[in-house]
């Protein structure tokens, strides 16, 4: 009988004891673990500033880092003062329907991509370059290739010439009064976006090094299906080297451009570091380093 009374004694010791180690391990596991809360709260250092409507006024860069300085009236500085709509809002695609995907997007450019299913990835790369052209009144940059190789050339369409789409071949007539007005731009702009692909773009851009990145440059895969997205901010951190940047793309069906969170570092988020190794991955499609191209 003590024999039963001293080994249950030992029992409940070694029961107090290893409860009390679990207790100490499950205490240690969730200290840790609010730790790790409270860092990664801690660490999420780029700050929102809500009630601005530009990609420059409403995100700060990472600690250590400054913007990269753009020229007066360059490519780079369009894009970085892009307009956005209010924070919050969700993507729009062409037949009104939103494009509620939070692990996609921050913010909405405001941009009305009218009600045909045309705005998709390289319209979207193609407007914003197109926009800037015309905003800055160099009419005669403003050129895209449509598939077949066919250069439509907005200085001939806004002196008046259309384009006749047949099935070998494309050519310019004379079917419309000279205009320069934006709703002739854009009418314009809709012919590119309907004969016009990745595939296309592709072809017209030219290959650029990622260590040489710039603001406007356009990670691109073309392709039936293809995709690209384009490069609209950066930042520098002076004291190491290291480079940022921010993307935008619109998608499949025709949507609105968007500015991209970064899957791969929720708290760098919407700022990609440069340092990303031989893949790109971004919520919607992965590209090589070697897909990088300029205008």
């Avoid at 015309?134 to 002196?159: M, P």
């Amino acid at each position: 009988m003590k024999k039963i009374k001293i080994i249950n004694c030992i029992l409940c010791l070694v029961i107090c004891i290893c409860c009390g180690c679990s207790n100490e391990v499950n205490q240690k596991s969730t200290s840790s673990q609010s730790n790790t809360i409270s860092n990664n709260e801690k660490n999420k250092t780029i700050t929102v500033h809500k009630d601005k409507n530009t990609i420059k006024e409403r995100y700060d860069v990472p600690d250590g880092y400054e913007r990269v300085s753009t020229k007066e009236n360059s490519f780079g500085e369009f894009l970085r003062n892009s307009k956005l709509e209010k924070y919050g809002e969700k993507v729009k695609y062409y037949d009104g329907r939103r494009k509620d995907k939070a692990n996609v997007y921050d913010s909405v450019f405001d941009v009305d991509i009218g009600d045909r299913d045309l705005h998709q990835c390289a319209d979207a790369v193609m407007l914003l370059r197109a926009e800037y052209l015309y905003q800055n009144k160099r009419y005669d940059e403003i050129s895209f290739e449509f598939v077949d190789g066919f250069k439509a050339e907005y200085s001939k369409w806004r002196r008046g010439y259309r384009i006749n789409v047949g099935e070998n071949s494309c050519s310019y007539y004379k079917g419309a009064k000279p205009s320069n007005t934006y709703s002739t731009f854009r009418k314009y702009m809709d012919l590119v976006f309907a004969y016009s692909s990745t595939l296309s773009l592709d072809k017209e851009l030219k290959s650029v090094d990622v260590d040489d990145m710039q603001i406007g440059d356009v990670f691109i895969k073309g392709g039936s299906p293809g995709h690209c997205v384009i490069v609209v901010d950066m930042a520098e951190n002076k004291s190491t080297g290291q480079k940022v940047f921010m993307l935008a793309q619109s998608y499949m069906p025709a949507q609105q451009t968007q500015l991209l969170i970064n899957p791969n570092d929720d708290n760098l988020s919407p700022w990609y570091s440069l340092d990303f190794g031989d893949n790109l991955r971004t919520p919607e499609w992965t590209f090589s380093k070697d897909q990088l191209k300029r205008f």
